[in-house]
C-alpha cells in the first residue's frame, strides 16, 4: 500500500518518503528496540503495557527516547487515525539513530522512532481451530547474561535463526531451549503446557520475553479459576502435556497440537485452550487505549 502513511521522527510520511540514514546504528549494528502491538475495536490493546515495556528496554541499553510515554501514545493513535486503522497490528521502533561507521553510540546523537500501522495475518484461521506442529530447534535462547531476552531489540539473529530451522523443517514454528536444556520460549512466542487441569509456563529468569499477551493470559486463566504456575519444565513435560498453546501478539493464543511429531493430547486443540483464546478475545474488545 503506497498510501499508507508512516510516523518517523515528528513527521507522517507516505510510505514511499519515510526513509531512514543508511548510517543509523538500528541498521548498521541491530542497536534499537521495538513493541509490536494489535488494535482491536478501535483500541490499541494493551497499549500503555508496551508503551511501558518500550521505555524499560531502553533504560536498560541507556537510550534515550525523544519522546515523553504520553506522546507516544498519542503518537499510536493518530498513526492508527490516518491509516483508518481499527483493528491491526502496529509496529513502534526506536533505534540509536544515526552515527558514523564505528560501534560506540556516542555519536549517535537522536534516537530515531518510526511507527507503522498495518495488518498482520501470522497463521491461518484454520489453525486456531485444528494447532500446529512445531519442533525444537537446535539453536539455544540467548542467556539473559549475555543479552535479556526481556529487551525487544532490533537484533533478533537468535530467533531468527531457529526460525530458519522452522522453515526448513515445513512447520510454523520452533521451539528454543535454554543451555541447560530447559524450556524456554518459541521464535516469536511464550508457551504454556496443562496437565491434569493445572497450568505450566516457564518463568522469566529462565530467559523469556516478559511477554504481554503471556501476562494476560495468565490473569484471564487464574480468574477463571485455573492454577497456574510459573515453573520450569524440559521436553519431556512437553511431549506428555495434555494441552500446550502459545501466545504473542501476533499469534494471540493458538494451540499446538505436535512437537518434534510427538502427538500433544489428544492432537487437537484442547478445552482448556479453546476457554482461553474465547476469553482473551473477548478482553481485546474492551481494554487499550482508545483510538479518537
Given at each position: 500500500m503506497a498510501d499508507r502513511i508512516i510516523y518517523i521522527d515528528g513527521e507522517y510520511l507516505n510510505e514511499n518518503d519515510a526513509k531512514i540514514s543508511v548510517f543509523d546504528h538500528g541498521v548498521l549494528y541491530g542497536d534499537g528496540i521495538f513493541e509490536g502491538i494489535r488494535a482491536y475495536n478501535g483500541r490499541i490493546f494493551k497499549g500503555k503495557e508496551h508503551i511501558d515495556r518500550l521505555f524499560s528496554a531502553a533504560k536498560a541499553i541507556m537510550l534515550e527516547i525523544p519522546l515523553t510515554k504520553?506522546?507516544?501514545a498519542q503518537m499510536l493513535v493518530e498513526t492508527c487515525k490516518r491509516n483508518n486503522l481499527t483493528d491491526g497490528y502496529i509496529r513502534l521502533v526506536v533505534t540509536r539513530g544515526k552515527g558514523d561507521l564505528g560501534l560506540s553510540p556516542t555519536k549517535c546523537t537522536v534516537a530515531t522512532v518510526f511507527c507503522i500501522a498495518a495488518n498482520i495475518t501470522l497463521y491461518p484461521e484454520e489453525m486456531y481451530e485444528k494447532g500446529m506442529p512445531i519442533i525444537t530447534a537446535s539453536q539455544r535462547r540467548n542467556k539473559a547474561t549475555i543479552i535479556d531476552?526481556?529487551?525487544?531489540?532490533?537484533?533478533?539473529?537468535?530467533?531468527?535463526?531457529?526460525?530458519?530451522?522452522?522453515?526448513?523443517?515445513?512447520?510454523?514454528?520452533?521451539?528454543?531451549?535454554?543451555?541447560?536444556?530447559?524450556?524456554?520460549?518459541?521464535?516469536?512466542?511464550?508457551?504454556?503446557?496443562?496437565?491434569?487441569?493445572?497450568?505450566?509456563?516457564?518463568?522469566?529468569?529462565?530467559?523469556?520475553?516478559?511477554?504481554?499477551?503471556?501476562?494476560?493470559?495468565?490473569?484471564?486463566?487464574?480468574?477463571?479459576?485455573?492454577?497456574?504456575?510459573?515453573?520450569?519444565?524440559?521436553?519431556y513435560n512437553l511431549y506428555?502435556?495434555?494441552?500446550?498453546?502459545?501466545?504473542?501478539?501476533?499469534?494471540?493464543?493458538?494451540?499446538?497440537?505436535?512437537?518434534?511429531?510427538?502427538?500433544?493430547?489428544?492432537?487437537?486443540?484442547?478445552?482448556?485452550?479453546?476457554?482461553?483464546?474465547?476469553?482473551?478475545?473477548?478482553?481485546?474488545?474492551?481494554?487499550g487505549i482508545e483510538i479518537k
Amino acid at each position: 500500500m503506497a498510501d499508507r502513511i508512516i510516523y518517523i521522527d515528528g513527521e507522517y510520511l507516505n510510505e514511499n518518503d519515510a526513509k531512514i540514514s543508511v548510517f543509523d546504528h538500528g541498521v548498521l549494528y541491530g542497536d534499537g528496540i521495538f513493541e509490536g502491538i494489535r488494535a482491536y475495536n478501535g483500541r490499541i490493546f494493551k497499549g500503555k503495557e508496551h508503551i511501558d515495556r518500550l521505555f524499560s528496554a531502553a533504560k536498560a541499553i541507556m537510550l534515550e527516547i525523544p519522546l515523553t510515554k504520553e506522546e507516544v501514545a498519542q503518537m499510536l493513535v493518530e498513526t492508527c487515525k490516518r491509516n483508518n486503522l481499527t483493528d491491526g497490528y502496529i509496529r513502534l521502533v526506536v533505534t540509536r539513530g544515526k552515527g558514523d561507521l564505528g560501534l560506540s553510540p556516542t555519536k549517535c546523537t537522536v534516537a530515531t522512532v518510526f511507527c507503522i500501522a498495518a495488518n498482520i495475518t501470522l497463521y491461518p484461521e484454520e489453525m486456531y481451530e485444528k494447532g500446529m506442529p512445531i519442533i525444537t530447534a537446535s539453536q539455544r535462547r540467548n542467556k539473559a547474561t549475555i543479552i535479556d531476552p526481556q529487551i525487544k531489540s532490533l537484533n533478533y539473529l537468535n530467533n531468527i535463526l531457529a526460525k530458519i530451522q522452522a522453515n526448513q523443517a515445513g512447520v510454523p514454528e520452533a521451539l528454543m531451549l535454554t543451555h541447560d536444556g530447559i524450556v524456554a520460549e518459541c521464535t516469536g512466542d511464550n508457551i504454556f503446557i496443562i496437565k491434569e487441569g493445572i497450568i505450566f509456563t516457564p518463568p522469566i529468569h529462565v530467559g523469556i520475553l516478559d511477554g504481554i499477551t503471556r501476562n494476560t493470559v495468565i490473569k484471564l486463566a487464574r480468574d477463571l479459576g485455573y492454577d497456574v504456575q510459573e515453573k520450569e519444565f524440559t521436553q519431556y513435560n512437553l511431549y506428555n502435556a495434555d494441552e500446550c498453546f502459545l501466545t504473542g501478539t501476533a499469534a494471540e493464543v493458538i494451540a499446538v497440537t505436535s512437537v518434534d511429531e510427538r502427538i500433544i493430547g489428544a492432537g487437537i486443540c484442547g478445552p482448556i485452550t479453546k476457554k482461553l483464546l474465547a476469553a482473551f478475545q473477548a478482553h481485546t474488545k474492551i481494554d487499550g487505549i482508545e483510538i479518537k
